[in-house]
Nanobody, 114 residues
Framework: VQLQASGGGLVQTGGSLRLSCAAS????????ISWYRQAPGKQRELVAS???????TYSNSVKGRFTISVDNAAKTGYLQMNGLKPEDTATYLC?????????WGQGTEVTVSS
């Protein structure tokens, strides 16, 4: 199974980006998906999670601005990020679980300019 994260880039404060995490190499649906981020010199932070019953959780720092979702027809998870702030600048990574095994994608960089 491979996960390909994409959608990062440079955006101004207040802007929006949509990150994608596309899975290949599996016929199973995404049971759960999480987005993490890591800024230089900081610990990895869990940003948002989605599980198959539709439940979602968000870190306090992004609640109300970010939305996590999954399209299993496309085997892709998404993180819609609105109202971006300079403190959202980081490398964003996705992790998805298929049946009983979790996999990691590579990071996609998000830079928010002030």
């Amino acid at each position: 199974v491979q996960l390909q994260a994409s959608g990062g880039g440079l955006v101004q404060t207040g802007g929006s980006l949509r990150l994608s995490c596309a899975a290949s190499g599996t016929s199973f649906n995404i049971n759960a998906i999480s987005w993490y981020r890591q800024a230089p010199g900081k610990q990895r932070e869990l940003v948002a999670s989605f599980i198959s019953n539709g439940a979602t959780t968000y870190s306090n720092s992004v609640k109300g601005r970010f939305t996590i979702s999954v399209d299993n027809a496309a085997k892709t998870g998404y993180l819609q990020m609105n109202g971006l702030k300079p403190e959202d600048t980081a490398t964003y990574l996705c992790s998805a679980r298929f049946r009983f095994t979790s996999y990691w994608g590579q990071g996609t960089e998000v830079t928010v300019s002030s």
